[in-house]
């Protein structure tokens, strides 16, 4: 009778494995803490009660899930290059507007809490 011993052989990650679940791990981080600062800035600072800011937080995450599905469906459309020279131009456009929009509307305190 012979005992056979089988030894364990340890399962080595890749190096890329470790940065995208690292990655991973921390834009979930920062997706979930966005919607506890949403709701408190939409409840402390623009005067909201808590039920519609949840709603809006809701509404917003609603929005962040289903977007993907028609967003990815136009790029599919129009091509790779195309959609990150769109994606690229709405994600400026939107910082432009952000920045300029002091200038435009100086009265706005709650914009200067953000910024």
């Given amino acids: 009778?012979?005992?056979t011993t089988k030894k364990k052989e340890k399962v080595k990650f890749s190096k890329a494995f470790w940065v995208a679940n690292t990655?991973?791990?921390?834009?979930?981080a920062a997706y979930y803490?966005?919607?506890?600062?949403?709701?408190?800035?939409l409840s402390n600072v623009l005067g909201?009660?808590?039920i519609q800011?949840?709603?809006?937080?809701?509404?917003?995450s609603a929005c962040l899930y289903l977007l993907p599905t028609f967003s990815?469906?136009?790029a599919d459309k129009i091509g790779f290059r195309k959609s990150m020279l769109l994606a690229f131009t709405l994600l400026s456009l939107g910082y432009l507007d952000w920045d300029y929009?002091?200038?435009?509307?100086?009265?706005?305190d709650w914009l200067s809490m953000v910024t």
């Fill in 33 to 41: 803490g966005v919607f506890v600062v949403i709701t408190l800035y």
């Fill in 48 to 50: 909201f009660t808590d």
């Fill in 101 to 108: 929009s002091r200038i435009f509307w100086p009265r706005r």
């Fill in 23 to 28: 990655v991973e791990l921390l834009e979930r």
């Fill in 53 to 60: 800011a949840a709603t809006i937080a809701g509404v917003f």
């Fill in 72 to 74: 990815g469906a136009l």
């Fill in 1 to 3: 009778m012979s005992v």
